[in-house]
């Protein structure tokens, strides 16, 4: 069954680094998406991507982000200058289309020190 | 504005039927996903409603009202896996991002 992959599982940096995380989506689909879920608290959403650009961010989503799909098959995310409140694990989600289903990658625990 | 709720906590029996309630009030309705999460995992996809009524999926089943804000995930014949996290998302805006419940976590026990 086709998944959403994620690399890397774990990252730990020093505060004011810079961090890409990365996505395989799953082949044929078209909405990409980045969330966010800091310990203990609820998932939230930062950014979709569709038709390679921004189709909706959050206010979580300032200029220190920034998402790309560089080739056909992988979908970044870059933190330019972490903040210790960046620390959180980021799920990378794809979807066909309307009214079908969000799949989830299994994450990136990101620890900033 | 945005708000979903649901339950902190609920615990159950081996064997036994738990309904999981979720209220919403968002600008925008395209949908309403339930989810589980195991700690420290991704969400997995459980159910989707889109129209009103009841959608059965082997032991798990989900309601929606939209003219009341109201969903229910409900799951039947708990077993001890059972046990997670389980989160309300409501799809919202014209590329269906997901606004997630902070999760109801439902404990089974033997």
């Known amino acids: 069954e086709p998944e959403v992959t994620q690399t890397p599982s774990h990252q730990v940096t020093q505060m004011g680094q810079e961090v890409i995380l990365r996505c395989v989506p799953i082949s044929n689909h078209l909405y990409f998406y980045w969330y966010r879920q800091i310990l203990g608290q609820k998932v939230e959403f930062l950014v979709s991507f569709y038709n390679n650009e921004i189709s909706e961010k959050s206010e979580i989503f300032d200029d220190q982000f920034s998402v790309e799909r560089p080739d056909g098959s992988n979908f970044t995310l870059k933190i330019r200058s972490t903040k210790l409140e960046d620390s959180a694990m980021y799920f990378c989600a794809s979807g066909g289309g309307p009214e079908e289903t969000q799949y989830f990658g299994p994450g990136t625990r990101l620890l900033v020190l | 504005g945005q708000n979903i709720d649901q339950p902190t906590e609920m615990t159950a029996t081996e064997g036994a039927i738990v309904q999981i309630n979720c209220t919403y009030q968002?600008?925008?309705?395209?949908?309403l996903f339930w989810y589980q999460q195991h700690a420290g995992e991704a969400p997995t996809f459980l159910s989707y409603?889109?129209?009103?009524g009841l959608e059965e999926k082997g032991r798990f089943s989900s309601f929606l009202s939209r003219s009341k804000g109201y969903s229910y995930l409900l799951l039947k014949e708990l077993q001890m896996k059972d046990s997670a996290s389980y989160l309300c998302a409501v799809v919202s805006g014209g590329y269906n991002k997901l606004i997630f419940g902070a999760g109801t976590r439902l404990a089974v026990h033997p």
């Open positions: 409603n889109v129209l009103d």
């Open positions: 968002t600008s925008g309705f395209n949908g």
